[in-house]
């Protein structure tokens, strides 16, 4: 009778052995069909098809730097200005939100979430375009000089990609922040209050209780931006060029597959397209396991120092 629950028990390993096995052979399976379905376009530019800046279909020369550019500038903009507002707003609910408007306030940001992203694009397109062009416009001759601020007075380009971005980003950052910052025991605020501490300094050292959790929550906020189509096709511009500027109208890799996948005309154009996907997704798996060794290296405990013996003195020593 002893050996039916050990037969379940194994049972129950191997099966949740195999749906966590699952997860690895349906990535792997990803990389074979994307590397399988590129091969014309490997082939040809290898890894020139990385660092050339040339997407000319007609002439069959393609290059993914300007998406890569354009997918990485993006998101990296909109992660620095998402991620201060996502921590506010959630030590604000889990910290210093009255009773009566928490569930209220979590509901709305959560809502956010689920708004689809090509509502998001018209929002865009009727809200965040004519401001951009507004500010751009109002800005002075000089200033509209400098590299960062170039660009036709359009309102359509990066700025409101960006703008886009970390409004996508931000309930996602914000909820799962949220959830990290309720996980850390009382007992952490309660000894720091003991110890004299304000309010602030007790909300700072559950910060520091949770930061590995709050960089968990960022990082999948770079990968929401990172992944993003409709949304930022809609008010980036679609323009295959590198720049520093704000106001110029560039390109990502999910909006150029998006936009370009239904004309491809030969199967080298085709091909090539099928590369940028796995561009994205190499870039992808790489954030992520970037993300993942930050996380290892703030859990790994600090190495013991040596503490090396002190010669007693010699008259001691006799």
């Known amino acids: 009778m002893a050996a039916l629950p050990k037969r379940r028990d194994l049972g129950f390993v191997l099966l949740t052995g195999g749906v966590g096995l699952s997860v690895v052979l349906v990535v792997a399976a990803i990389a074979f069909e994307l590397v399988r379905q590129s091969q014309l376009s490997i082939a040809k530019f290898g890894l020139s098809f990385w660092t050339n800046g040339i997407w000319d279909p007609v002439s069959g020369e393609f290059g993914a730097r300007p998406f890569i550019w354009g ?18 707003i959630a030590m604000f609910l889990s910290e210093l939100c009255p009773q009566r408007m928490r569930q209220p306030l979590i509901f ?3 809502l956010l979430a689920a708004i689809p992203s090509i509502v998001y694009g018209l929002w865009g397109i009727f809200v965040l375009v004519p401001a951009v062009r507004a500010v ?4 002075p001759d000089f200033l509209r000089q400098l590299p960062l601020f170039t660009g036709p007075t359009a309102g359509i380009g990066m700025m409101s990609a960006v703008l886009i971005l970390a409004v996508m980003v931000i309930p996602f950052t914000s909820a799962v922040a949220r959830e990290v910052l309720k996980s850390v025991p009382v007992a952490q605020r309660e000894a720091a209050y003991a110890l004299g501490a304000t309010q602030w300094e007790a909300i700072r050292a559950a910060l520091f209780y949770a930061r590995t959790g709050i960089i968990g929550a960022v990082m999948l906020g770079f990968g929401r931006a990172l992944g993003e189509t409709m949304a930022v096709t809609m008010v980036i511009g ?15 890799m999910a909006a150029v597959l998006a936009n ?12 090539a397209l099928i590369e940028v996907g796995l561009v994205l997704f190499v870039i ?9 060794l930050l996380i290892w290296s ?5 190495r013991a120092r040596k503490v090396e013996p002190v010669a007693a003195p010699l008259g001691e020593a006799a």
Do not use: C, K, W
């Open 136 to 139: 751009q416009t109002a800005f």
């Open 71 to 88: 997918t990485l500038y993006s998101s990296v903009l909109a992660l620095l200005l998402a991620t201060p507002i996502s921590l506010g």
């Open 260 to 271: 370009e996948f239904t004309e491809a005309a030969d199967e080298l154009y085709l091909h």
């Open 108 to 110: 709305l940001t959560e």
């Open 298 to 302: 703030m859990n790994r405990p600090p």
């Open 284 to 292: 992808t798996l790489l954030v992520n396991g970037a993300s993942r």
């Open 238 to 252: 679609n323009n295959p060029q590198i720049s520093l500027s704000l106001f110029q109208p560039q390109y990502t």
